[in-house]
């Protein structure tokens, strides 16, 4: 072959996929059955390891904190909370009960409302924004009942009708509120 043939089947195989494969370039490549499966079984692995330290650590009225803290339902101040981690993404009003820490890199998000002294009410795990499949995104009922058990009880929150699973741990309830798709939107934490 000369140059010129040289150059235009590379040229041709540039615009038509490679000279070893076919296909488009710039395609992602496919993941096999097998890469696929290990996908969803990490998944699966981050979602159960979440439920199992939510439920663990529900029973003495706390949730799995960022920042290396610890905030207990009617004990921790807003005023604590505010000094370990700053001022919150999104302050409470009037109608908005909760403030918001938003997630990020690598920090889950929460919510917290306060009682009328300012101690804290309920904790709302938010679960992470990137990624939200390998953690919260990945807890559904089924996986739940297989994990920790049917709940106490299933309630249908009004507004939304999401499903309200409850478990009864100790002194404190602790909620998965399951969306519409199926999958956990978010967990709060509140004293029974």
């Given at each position: 072959m000369n140059k010129k043939a040289v150059a235009a089947a590379i040229t041709a195989s540039l615009l038509g996929g490679s000279?070893?494969?076919?296909g488009v370039v710039g395609a992602s490549p496919t993941?096999?059955?097998?890469?696929?499966?290990?996908?969803?079984?990490?998944d699966h692995e981050a979602a159960v390891k979440l439920v199992h330290n939510l439920y663990k650590h529900a029973k003495q009225g706390t949730m799995q904190e960022r920042k290396h803290s610890t905030f207990v339902i009617a004990k921790t101040t807003m005023k604590a909370i505010h000094k370990q981690w700053g001022e919150p993404s999104?302050?409470?009003?009037k109608r908005q009960p909760f403030e918001t820490y938003h997630a990020e890199?690598?920090?889950?998000g929460y919510a917290f409302s306060y009682y009328k002294n300012d101690t804290l009410k309920e904790i709302r795990f938010l679960g992470t924004n990137v990624e939200r499949k390998h953690g919260l995104g990945s807890v559904t009922p089924k996986?739940?009942?297989?994990?920790?058990?049917?709940?106490?009880?299933?309630?249908?929150?009004?507004?939304?009708?999401?499903?309200?699973?409850v478990y009864h741990r100790g002194s404190y309830d602790?909620?998965?509120?399951?969306g519409k798709d199926g999958k956990a939107a978010h967990v709060n934490l509140k004293k029974r």
């Open positions: 000279l070893m494969s076919p993941k096999s059955p097998s890469q696929a499966h290990t996908v969803s079984e990490s999104t302050p409470r009003s890199m690598g920090n889950p996986l739940l009942i297989k994990e920790i058990g049917k709940p106490s009880k299933i309630l249908t929150v009004p507004n939304t009708h999401e499903k309200d699973y602790l909620h998965f509120i399951i």
